[in-house]
Nanobody, 121 residues
Framework: VQLVESGGGLVQAGGSLRLSCVAS????????VGWFRQAPGKAREFVAN????????FNSDSVKGRFAISRDNAENTLYLQMNSLEPEDTAVYYC???????????????WGQGTQVTVSS
């Protein structure tokens, strides 16, 4: 199983980025998939997930209303559209896949290598 993220980079506050995660080696449409992020010195934090049927859950404390998660089961791809980015969003963003949707890292069986997002003030 392989999950490969892309789309990270450096952006000014208020800008947007779209992250992608391409999955291989698993039947993508059967899995819940999600995004986590980890800033230096902090624990890995749940961002959002989306079930096989498109139902999504967000970390309402930090990203709801600014981020959108979507998936394309035909292309085995997960997306995270990030708008109105803030310096506090700076982190390595990871995609993950698991059979049981959840907000803790332990709910996921497979992880990507991460993509860096840096938001300058």
């Amino acid at each position: 199983v392989q999950l490969v993220e892309s789309g990270g980079g450096l952006v000014q506050a208020g800008g947007s980025l779209r992250l992608s995660c391409v999955a291989s080696g698993l039947t993508f449409r059967f899995y819940a998939v999600g995004w986590f992020r980890q800033a230096p010195g902090k624990a890995r934090e749940f961002v959002a997930n989306i079930k096989w049927n498109g139902e999504s859950t967000f970390n309402s404390d930090s990203v709801k209303g600014r981020f959108a998660i979507s998936r394309d089961n035909a292309e085995n791809t997960l997306y995270l559209q990030m708008n109105s980015l803030e310096p506090e969003d700076t982190a390595v963003y990871y995609c993950a896949a698991g059979m049981t949707p959840g907000t803790s890292p332990g709910a996921y069986n497979f992880w990507g290598q991460g993509t860096q997002v840096t938001v300058s003030s």
